[in-house]
């Protein structure tokens, strides 16, 4: 899924990009991570039983209904492209907010 597309389970919401805002586009997303160095046999242990896991018939749509939509997973290297490009993006809003390790932000409201 790409956050310029509509959920299923909300078709008639509009996303952020068709209510006019084309370079607000954003996601959440979930990753299950390990340590750094972790043996690749390990790694491909718990890959292969998490997708087991979320193919078992009705996960999938279980996931969907809670609004959660699964991302094409092409392996580990994949993931960690993801999050390097997601953390490159995000760096600038984070440093301009104010954020720092452990900060609590109150939003402001206009």
Known sequence: MRSGERMSTFPDVPTIVEAGFPGATAIN??????????????????????????????????????????MTDNGPADVQAFVSREAERWAPVVRASGATPGSRLRAAVA
Do not use: Q, S, Y
């Open 29 to 70: 997303w979930f990753v299950l991570a390990g340590p750094a160095g972790m043996p690749e046999a390990v790694v491909a242990r718990i890959r292969e039983a998490f997708t087991t896991a979320i193919n078992e018939p009705g996960m999938k749509d279980r996931i969907a209904g809670l609004g959660v939509l699964t």
